[in-house]
Structures are given as structure tokens and as C-alpha cells.
């Protein structure tokens, strides 16, 4: 008994020809194979690589495009589309390709890069550097394009290009910002701030750095360092403590209703939660109730608490747009211990306003200083210090946390400051990254 070898080709005999360039064998399997079944997504697929990659960028978008009409279209389709397109000249109709498909896989970063170009040709050089950013930063967090060993010798040459134009880029567009403010108080009046945008970019290292401090975000390293500041710096502490008994009756009735209460750190397990708390693992938590968040009000709690929007409307909170005020007030459960970490910016400073303080060991510690909160008084520090809080009774603490510039700012400086940091952030969310 005979039988007989069929010779038709298959998918991985075209994949194998296209990595090894034998393009006349790739065409003909792949016409060969769509023909067999030309429905099958992944020969359509295959079919559409393989005419991009003998030059035919038009046939190959005619061959795809159907299968990219469906909603439900595969990434292999929808990305392959959008590439034919590129190269076939159609950038308009490229670019919604590429949202497309990275919709569906945001962390394809070769394939962002390459939608980075197409922007870049549209004449959108800011959304192209942001996707060039976001392109090399996914790549880099997993550890890829770190170094020649983590990148593909056929993009190597790419990926230092995107550094240099990220690097070159970012700095262009945020030295823009500061610009007008050199034009109108002078490049001596915010050259802390100058310098600390050459911190944030790499370009320049710090200016006589204290080892205690590691601002994850914006240094000025140029303001006298201070873990806690000095009562008579913040004229507005008497009218905020004198509003002490009306803020913590309106704390008193929001405790009444624990589910107003939200997680303040935004963690998915226990497991993630251990880096950031300690003591009890059944019972801790560090809870909030906000007035403003990143920036954002949550203007049903500030009606609900009218005295305490009163006393807060007198305070000269921090205001820069999707990042500050930041104001609420923190529960700290019974045996609850909020690890040492540092805070973001060393610009603005943190106030806390002791409301529910309980007897025993229930403390602050900011740069290597302790401190024992006391009811109505206000402690101002640098959370860029390391520091730490635990309660380690049996009661709840409570204070309001609040944030208002670091004292030691010019008021130029904080004009510059806001309008820089205002644009990075619009920067990183433009770019898809936090």
C-alpha cells in the first residue's frame, strides 16, 4: 500500500523563507497557502509579510484590508496593515492602524517605534517623541534595548537614534517652558530651577546632595535641606490650628461612616502591600479620606465637611494641575507601621494637622528625627527625607495631611516650577506612562 506526500507548503516553511530573505520562495508558498484557505487569518497574515517584504507595500494593504475591517481583527492583521500602509505611503490611514493594534498590545515597543516614525513624518513631533519615550521605556522595563546584548543587531542602530531624539527632545521641549520665565525675572532668578530640570534629565548631578534626601521625582538641590521646618515659617498655622475642635467634629461624623473611607495606597495583594506596611497583616490599614487628590478636588467631601473646606480655603496649598493639592485626612489603624520611603519632590512640603493623636507609641520619623504628634499643632517637614509613621496602640491616629511650596522658593521660582512640572506630567500622560 502506497500513499502520497503532499507537497503543499506550509506556514512554517513561509515564516522560514522571510527570516532567511528567500523572498521568490516566500511569494510563491504564501500565494500558495492563502490559496488553500483564504480565510485563514494567519495565511492573510503571512501573505501580507511577505509582499511588504518584496517591496509591494500597496498589494500587500490590499490583501489585508479586508480582514483588518472586522472589529474583531487579530493583532497580526491590524499590525501588519498598518506597517504595509506606512510603507506604502498612506500615513492618515496608518496611523489609526496603529492605535488599532496597540490598543490590543500596548507593550509591542518595536511596533510603537515604528508608529513613532509615521507620526514624526505626519509633522507631530511632540506625540512622536512621546511615543518614542514610551517605545524605549516598556522596552527598557523589561529589560530589553539596555545595551547592544538586550537589542536586536538589526535595531540597534534605531534604538540610538530614539535615544538620542528622546534625549535631545525632552530637553528642548521643557527648557521651552522656562524660557519665558528667563525673559521675565531673569536667568539668575530661577537657575535652581534650570538646574534641577538637568537633574531630572540626566544631564547635570545634583548640587551638593544630602544622602538622607532621594526625590523621586523633581530635585532642586539648591534648597537648604531640612527634615522639619520651623513653626514661624507658615503664618497660616494659627488660623488652621484655631479651626482644630470644628475640623476634627466634621472627622468624627466622616468616621461614623467607615465605607467613605478609601485605601490609600492603591495596591492589588498583600504581597505588594508588605513593601509599603508593616505590623498587623490581619487588622492594618492606612486609609483616606480626600478633599484633593493629585491635583483634583472631590467637591461632595468639601461640601461635606464645610468648616474644614473653610479652614483650607485660608491655606496656601501647592496648585499645579494633575498634580497638586494634595489634601486629606489620614487613618492610621491600630498597629499599622507605614515603612520608610521617600516622597516625590523636595518643591513643596507636607503639613500634617493632628486631630486624633493616641497615647502611647505613635510617631513620625523624618530623617533619622522623631517626632510625637501632638493634637492641633501643625509639624511641617521634607518628606524627600527618608521617613516613616507607625501606630503602635490600640486606637486609630488620625491627622490631615496637606501640601503648600517648599518656604524657601522665590515666588519665581514656583511660577517656573509649576509650569515645568504641569508639562512633564502632560508629557508622561501623553505618553502613556505615570
Not at 492563502?34 to 517591496?55: F, M, Q, T
Not at 534595548?145 to 538586550?150: G, K, M, P, R
Not at 516613616?388 to 486609630?396: D, G, H
Request: aromatic share 6%; net charge negative; proline share 6%.
Amino acid at each position: 500500500m502506497s500513499g502520497t506526500v503532499s507537497n503543499a507548503p506550509r506556514r512554517e516553511d513561509v515564516e522560514k523563507s522571510l527570516s532567511s530573505g528567500d523572498l521568490p520562495r516566500a511569494l510563491s508558498d504564501s500565494e500558495a497557502l492563502l490559496g488553500s484557505d483564504p480565510s485563514n487569518v494567519e495565511s492573510i497574515a503571512l501573505r501580507g509579510a511577505a509582499l511588504l517584504a518584496a517591496g509591494r507595500a500597496q498589494a500587500a494593504v490590499d490583501v489585508l484590508q479586508t480582514a483588518a475591517g472586522d472589529d474583531g481583527a487579530p493583532f497580526s492583521i491590524i499590525s501588519g496593515l498598518a506597517l504595509c500602509q506606512a510603507a506604502a505611503g498612506d500615513r492618515v490611514s496608518a496611523l489609526t492602524s496603529f492605535q488599532r493594534a496597540l490598543a490590543q498590545h500596548p507593550d509591542e515597543f518595536s511596533l510603537r517605534l515604528v508608529f513613532a516614525d509615521c507620526l514624526e513624518q505626519q509633522g507631530d513631533a511632540e506625540q512622536a517623541l512621546q511615543q518614542t519615550f514610551r517605545a524605549v521605556h516598556d522596552a527598557q522595563t523589561r529589560g530589553r534595548w539596555l545595551n547592544d546584548a538586550s537589542t536586536p543587531p538589526g535595531l540597534r542602530v534605531r534604538v540610538k537614534r530614539a535615544m538620542d531624539t528622546i534625549d535631545s527632545g525632552r530637553q528642548a521641549l521643557f527648557e521651552s517652558v522656562l524660557l519665558p520665565h528667563i525673559a521675565a525675572f531673569g536667568q539668575v532668578a530661577i537657575q535652581r530651577v534650570t538646574a534641577a530640570l538637568g537633574v531630572y534629565l540626566g544631564t547635570h548631578a545634583p548640587i551638593d546632595p544630602d544622602p538622607r534626601q532621594r526625590p523621586k521625582f523633581l530635585w532642586v538641590t539648591g534648597l537648604p535641606p531640612t527634615p522639619f521646618y520651623a513653626p514661624e515659617r507658615f503664618e497660616w498655622y494659627a488660623a488652621l490650628e484655631a479651626a482644630t475642635d470644628s475640623i476634627r467634629a466634621e472627622l468624627q461624623q466622616v468616621l461614623q461612616r467607615q465605607d467613605v473611607l478609601t485605601p490609600f495606597l492603591q495596591v492589588s495583594d498583600r504581597a505588594e502591600e508588605d513593601q509599603y506596611l508593616g505590623g498587623d497583616r490581619q487588622g492594618r490599614a492606612w486609609d483616606a479620606f480626600f478633599f484633593h487628590r493629585h491635583g483634583q478636588p472631590f467637591p461632595e467631601h468639601l461640601a461635606r465637611c464645610p468648616d474644614t473646606a473653610a479652614a483650607l480655603s485660608k491655606v496656601p496649598l501647592t496648585q499645579v494641575s494633575g498634580h497638586a493639592p494634595e489634601v486629606l485626612f489620614s487613618v492610621l489603624a491600630p498597629d499599622t507601621h507605614i515603612k520608610p520611603h521617600h516622597g516625590v519632590t523636595n518643591t513643596r512640603v507636607v503639613t500634617h494637622l493632628p486631630l486624633i493623636i493616641p497615647q502611647g507609641d505613635c510617631k513620625l520619623v523624618v530623617g533619622g528625627q522623631e517626632h510625637a504628634w501632638q493634637e492641633g499643632r501643625c509639624i511641617t517637614f521634607d518628606d524627600t527625607f527618608l521617613h516613616e509613621a507607625w501606630n503602635r496602640t490600640s486606637q486609630q491616629r488620625v491627622v490631615m495631611i496637606l501640601d503648600t511650596w517648599n518656604p524657601d522658593l522665590t515666588e519665581a521660582e514656583r511660577i517656573a516650577l509649576r509650569d515645568l512640572v504641569e508639562k512633564i506630567g502632560q508629557f508622561n500622560t501623553g505618553a502613556g506612562i505615570n
